[in-house]
């Protein structure tokens, strides 16, 4: 476990560069923001085509918000289908690895006007990252694999119990929106 997050550390710092325009990491502090999101991904993966297909998409709804302590506080629904939904919960510092969905490790980083979680797989990360305009009145969301420096893979644990090679994933919609205030409750 130990291992993952000196990855999940080091990438943060290398595979994200600042964005030169929008909303700066201090302006998002007090902000919330409310994401749906459908994911397009693929597998490459035998026994998925035989049982629960090797593509297909999932919808994920996340709400978040960016305390005044620079706080990221999210909640969110994965719907799978057949796969059944994740309900995730957590408060986490920005840089701070932490226990996502399922047991895997992840990070919220800011970036200039960026909001990032990277997921640490099996091999490899996947990342979210919702891009705030600089009025901090719309966002917009992409998402990205990154495979393992070592094996060129990522490797994910199915929600069935096996691993297998994830070969890509797009956002194929989105809706996302920015305002200003707590999306729980005051802010404390």
Not at 44 to 73: C, E, M
Request: include cysteine; charge should be neutral; hydrophobic fraction near 40%.
């Amino acid at each position: 476990m130990c291992k993952y997050a000196m990855a999940l550390v080091g990438i943060v710092f290398v595979a994200l560069a600042p964005s030169a325009n929008g909303a700066g990491a201090d302006d998002l502090k007090g902000y919330s923001i409310d994401v749906t999101a459908t994911i397009a991904f693929a597998y490459n993966d035998p026994q998925a085509s035989k049982r629960y297909g090797a593509a297909g998409t999932f919808t994920t709804h996340k709400q978040i918000y960016v305390s005044l302590a620079g706080n990221v506080f999210s909640y969110g629904n994965t719907d799978y289908g057949v796969g059944g939904v994740d309900h995730t919960s957590n408060v986490a510092a920005p840089d701070k690895v932490m226990e996502g969905a399922r047991g895997r490790l992840g990070v919220w980083t800011m970036e200039s006007n960026r909001l990032t979680w990277i997921s640490k797989e099996n091999e490899g990360f996947d990342v979210i990252t919702i891009t705030v305009d600089p009025s901090r009145s719309a966002c917009t969301v992409t998402g990205a694999l990154q495979p393992d420096p070592a094996t060129g893979r990522v490797m994910v644990m199915r929600r069935w119990g096996y691993v297998a090679q994830l070969v890509s994933m797009t956002v194929s919609t989105y809706t996302c929106t920015v305002k200003q205030g707590n999306i729980f409750a005051s802010d404390k």
